[in-house]
Every structure is written in structure tokens, then in C-alpha cells.
């Protein structure tokens, strides 16, 4: 191994013992499965804002976004990234005060969970349907971040991508099962500085490199439509492919998303004082904003890298690996450009790990807890419930890594999928639980069922039709559950005054005293 691979290590290593030194300190706090699952709501305002990004900007932020960017430019994730803004802000904005106020009056530590006691649902069909579809989709996306940490060593070091895979989860498991929703939080928010460093580093380094902004400019200009908000650039015809309007809209679309996240809403519910999630979201709002358009230049600065031979040509899913070959360059320029190097990939080992452990907690939550413990009524300790917890996070982890065995597999597409399934399933109901008192619990039933079928029958069904119907699924799948919430809820009966004076509690301006 060269002088330059061993600094890299070094570098991924002391980041990686600082994880698990994080895990297993806060183990020893959590007494409780609303601890494990909710810190017992003690986070403070910079640790709810960065930690919700962090957990957000998952892989993508430092190898999907500025891959899709190198290949086709600014078009595609340009739109991407301004749906992703403006939702986050709106999400901040209308979504996490009440949440957070609504979750406490009914007592409520998983969003599945606050589902059914918001609709008094003593059947917990509704926490159940839940708990199934934060299954579905959240495996395929923690599996999505296993393979980022994939790809990263095993074009990094030139090992077994599985081996590499493994080892990565192996780790991301142990800090999440030990220290539960404080671990990851406290991480995720040590993650987001590092994720920082590292794209902006990346940024000046890459553009120097590339012989500065005029000779980037220069060659962006030359490729049809890279530049453009309305095409994009094609490489196999060498020619500028139109984006229409609806295409725009759709694209747009992706902010419908941060209604339905689990691991981000679990952030909202979490902080200690509601009065401080103004302060969140400012800090959330901005950090998401530069992040995203940082990415996106380096994926236009690593094109002009590629074009003077600096860093090989990249195509399809190798594209995502933009970062990694500028961190593999600046490692050639010595032992301490290296160990910088190695914080780098640091840097987007943290964006995947920020997002799978949160991942991995939320599914974990759903099938212990919503699953087993309040639809199967099964009796058990405190003590057992949270073995039972960490055994659930290890065999979801498993599972993710299975799907993740090919290393052909496409970052970007895995979490466009997942993000829709959960942006129709629960952003409708969401919002509908937050700001419609009439909202009752068969329409709450049926606008995630038909959000969630929506999804995929728009995605295999219609999708491949082409035409108006090749949008993206999210926006379709969150229209038809909207409407449906609204039908069925006004054709079935109005809810309860219990149910209604909960509602005016969590709509009053006065804040609730913390737990």
C-alpha cells in the first residue's frame, strides 16, 4: 500500500473510532425505548438542524447530486435541487412547530405511532400499514447508503466492493444499536461539519486544478445544453436534449418529499424547546441550500477535470465516484494533502452514515415497536424491548446489504424511489393530520395505501408509457393521496370531540411544557 493509501486510512480510521466512541457513550442514557428511539427529546436547536440535514442529505449530496451534474449538467439536479430547498424550508416552516407540539400531547415517540393516537386508532391498523411501508422503503435506501461506502473503498483501496460494503455497515450498526436516536443525532451533527469541510475543500481544490473558473466555463460552454435550465446535455448524441415544463414540475416535485421522511420528522419531535425550532431552521435552511449548489459545481468543475486529463472520463454510475477521484489526485501531492484526502472521503463516508443509522432506527422502531409491541400486543420488559430493538436494527442492516450486492447499482435511482414512496404514503397524511381537523381515520388509511400503491404503479405501470406520463412518480402519488384523504374523510364520519379539542391544543400558539 502507498505512503498516500495509508494516510487515507488513517484519516477514514480515527474518523470511524470517533463514531463508535460517540455510540457507545450515549448507550449508557438510553433507559428507555422512547430514549432509544427519541433521545427522550433533549435536543438542542443546532443539533435538531444539522442532524435532520445530515440525515437528509444523505449519498447523494457528495456522489449522486455532482455525478448527475457531470454527466448532463445543471438542468436535471439544478430543478433536483431547488424542489429540495424550497421543501425543506416549508417542512421547517409549517410541519415542525406542531409536530413536535402534537407528538407530545399524545404522547407519541414514532411517527406510526403518532399516526394512530392522533386518529385514535385503538387498533393500530393505521400504525401497522405504517410500520409496513417504512419497511419497504427504508431498507432499499439504507441499502442505497451501503453501497455508496461500497464504491468509495472499493475504488479507493481497490478491495472486494462487498468486503468493503460489510465492513462499513458493520460499523454504522454498532454506534446506531448501542447508542440509539442520541448516537445518531450527535453524529449525524459531527457528519454535517465534516460533509462541510469536505465539499467545500473538494471545490477550490478541483477548480484550481481545472485552471480556474474561466477554463471550467470555457469548457461547460462548449457541451449542448449544459448550461441550461430548460435542456440537458446528452453525451451519446453530443447534443442538447429538451426539459420541458412538465418535466420541470415534476422534478420540482422532489420537495413533496421532506412531508413524508421519517428520519427527518423524527428530528422535529425530538428538540427540547419548540421555540428554538426558528433558530433550526434557519440554520437547516441556509446549510442545505450552499451544500446542494456546492455539489452541484463540482460535478461541473470534475467535467473540465476529466476533459484536461486530470481525472479519467467517467460514465454512468462511475460518475458518482467524482469525489472520490479528486481526493484520489490531491493524495498524490504528498503525506498531508493525503490525511486531507482522507478526510474528504471521510466526508462522504459521513453523508451516507448520517443517513443510514437514522434509516436504520426508523425502520427499527416500526417493526419492534409499532409492529410487535403495540399490533401483536406482545408483553415484554423494558430490558427486552430494547435488546429486541438492536437485534431489529442488525437484521434490517442485513437486509440492506443483500440488496446492495450489485456494485452496478445507481445511488441517485435507489433514493429517487424510496423518497417518493415516502413522500405519497406519508406526506399527505401528514399534512392532513397537522391542518385538517375534519381528517379522519379511514381517509388517513386510504390516502397512504393509495399514495404508496401509487408509487409504484405510476413507477412500472404508466412511467414506461413515456410522454406526459415519464414524470416522476412522487408527484402523481402525492396528488392521488391528498384527494382521496379528502373524499373518503368527508364521506365517512366526522371524528370525535376528543379528537378535535387534541387538535385545537397542538394548533395554539402556546408552547408545552418539555418532558
Known amino acids: 500500500m502507498s505512503t498516500a493509501s495509508i494516510c487515507i486510512l488513517i484519516s477514514i480510521v480515527v474518523y470511524l473510532i470517533g463514531m463508535l466512541v460517540v455510540g457507545f457513550h450515549y448507550a449508557k442514557k438510553n433507559e428507555s425505548a422512547s430514549d432509544f428511539y427519541l433521545g427522550g427529546r433533549k435536543l438542542g436547536p443546532l443539533v435538531t438542524a444539522m442532524s435532520a440535514e445530515a440525515s437528509d442529505m444523505s449519498s447523494y449530496l457528495l456522489m449522486g447530486l455532482p455525478g448527475l451534474a457531470y454527466l448532463s449538467?445543471?438542468?436535471?439536479?439544478?430543478?433536483?435541487?431547488?424542489?429540495?430547498?424550497?421543501?425543506?424550508?416549508?417542512?421547517?416552516?409549517?410541519?415542525?412547530?406542531?409536530?413536535?407540539?402534537?407528538?407530545?400531547?399524545?404522547?407519541?415517540?414514532?411517527?406510526?405511532?403518532?399516526?394512530?393516537?392522533?386518529?385514535?386508532?385503538?387498533?393500530?391498523?393505521?400504525?401497522?400499514?405504517?410500520?409496513?411501508?417504512?419497511?419497504?422503503?427504508?431498507?432499499?435506501?439504507?441499502?442505497?447508503?451501503?453501497?455508496?461506502?461500497?464504491?468509495?473503498?472499493?475504488?479507493?483501496?481497490?478491495?472486494?466492493?462487498?468486503?468493503?460494503?460489510?465492513?462499513?455497515?458493520?460499523?454504522?450498526?454498532?454506534?446506531?444499536?448501542?447508542?440509539?436516536?442520541?448516537?445518531?443525532?450527535?453524529?449525524d451533527f459531527i457528519q454535517s461539519i465534516i460533509m462541510t469541510f469536505a465539499i467545500l475543500f473538494v471545490l477550490g481544490f478541483s477548480t484550481i486544478s481545472a485552471g480556474g473558473i474561466d477554463a471550467?466555463?470555457?469548457?461547460?460552454?462548449?457541451?449542448?445544453?449544459?448550461?441550461?435550465?430548460?435542456?440537458?446535455?446528452?453525451?451519446?448524441?453530443?447534443?442538447?436534449?429538451?426539459?420541458?415544463?412538465?418535466?420541470?414540475?415534476?422534478?420540482?416535485?422532489?420537495?413533496?418529499?421532506?412531508?413524508?421522511?421519517?428520519?427527518?420528522?423524527?428530528?422535529?419531535?425530538?428538540?427540547?424547546?419548540?421555540?428554538?425550532?426558528?433558530?433550526?431552521?434557519?440554520?437547516?435552511?441556509?446549510?442545505?441550500?450552499?451544500?446542494?449548489?456546492?455539489?452541484?459545481?463540482?460535478?461541473?468543475?470534475?467535467?473540465?477535470?476529466?476533459?484536461?486529463?486530470?481525472?479519467?472520463?467517467?460514465?454512468?454510475?462511475?460518475?458518482?465516484?467524482?469525489?472520490?477521484r479528486i481526493a484520489d489526485f490531491l493524495s498524490s501531492y504528498g503525506p498531508v494533502p493525503a490525511l486531507i484526502a482522507g478526510l474528504i472521503l471521510a466526508g462522504i463516508l459521513a453523508s451516507t452514515m448520517s443517513t443510514a443509522d437514522s434509516q436504520l432506527l426508523a425502520a427499527s422502531s416500526s417493526v419492534s415497536q409499532n409492529l410487535l409491541l403495540e399490533t401483536f400486543h406482545l408483553k415484554v420488559s423494558e430490558k427486552a424491548t430494547m435488546r429486541f430493538a438492536r437485534l431489529t436494527v442488525i437484521v434490517i442492516a442485513v437486509l440492506g446489504v443483500f440488496i446492495a450486492r450489485d456494485p452496478n447499482s445507481s445511488i441517485f435511482g435507489i433514493v429517487s424511489f424510496a423518497w417518493a414512496g415516502f413522500g405519497a404514503s406519508f406526506g399527505p397524511v401528514v399534512i392532513c393530520a397537522l391542518f385538517w381537523k375534519r381528517t379522519t381515520l379511514p381517509g388517513a388509511i386510504a390516502g397512504m395505501v393509495v399514495g404508496g400503491v401509487s408509487v409504484f404503479a405510476w413507477k412500472y405501470l404508466i412511467k414506461p408509457m413515456g410522454g406526459v406520463f415519464g414524470i416522476y412518480e412522487l408527484l402523481p402519488a402525492f396528488v392521488a393521496g391528498i384527494v382521496v384523504i379528502f373524499v373518503v374523510s368527508l364521506l365517512t364520519k366526522a371524528p370525535s370531540q376528543e379528537i378535535m379539542d387534541e387538535f385545537e391544543q397542538a394548533r395554539a400558539n402556546t408552547a408545552l411544557s418539555n418532558e
Open 73 to 187: 449538467g445543471i438542468c436535471d439536479v439544478g430543478w433536483t435541487a431547488i424542489g429540495l430547498a424550497i421543501g425543506t424550508y416549508l417542512n421547517w416552516l409549517f410541519t415542525a412547530k406542531r409536530l413536535r407540539r402534537y407528538t407530545h400531547i399524545t404522547g407519541s415517540y414514532t411517527l406510526p405511532q403518532f399516526f394512530s393516537r392522533r386518529f385514535h386508532d385503538h387498533k393500530n391498523i393505521l400504525s401497522a400499514i405504517a410500520a409496513l411501508i417504512i419497511i419497504i422503503f427504508f431498507i432499499p435506501y439504507t441499502a442505497s447508503g451501503f453501497a455508496a461506502c461500497g464504491k468509495l473503498f472499493s475504488s479507493l483501496f481497490n478491495i472486494d466492493y462487498m468486503t468493503a460494503m460489510i465492513i462499513s455497515a458493520i460499523v454504522i450498526v454498532c454506534y446506531t444499536a448501542a447508542g440509539g436516536f442520541l448516537a445518531a443525532s450527535t453524529t
Open 216 to 324: 471550467v466555463m470555457e469548457n461547460v460552454r462548449a457541451l449542448p445544453g449544459y448550461l441550461s435550465m430548460t435542456a440537458t446535455y446528452s453525451e451519446a448524441a453530443g447534443a442538447a436534449s429538451p426539459y420541458g415544463a412538465l418535466t420541470i414540475l415534476s422534478t420540482l416535485a422532489w420537495g413533496l418529499g421532506y412531508f413524508g421522511m421519517p428520519h427527518i420528522l423524527l428530528r422535529f419531535m425530538a428538540i427540547e424547546d419548540e421555540n428554538k425550532l426558528k433558530l433550526s431552521r434557519r440554520v437547516g435552511s441556509v446549510w442545505v441550500v450552499i451544500a446542494m449548489a456546492v455539489a452541484v459545481m463540482i460535478g461541473i468543475v470534475g467535467r473540465t477535470l476529466s476533459a484536461n486529463g486530470t481525472i479519467a472520463q467517467l460514465s454512468g454510475s462511475d460518475s458518482e465516484t467524482i469525489i472520490v
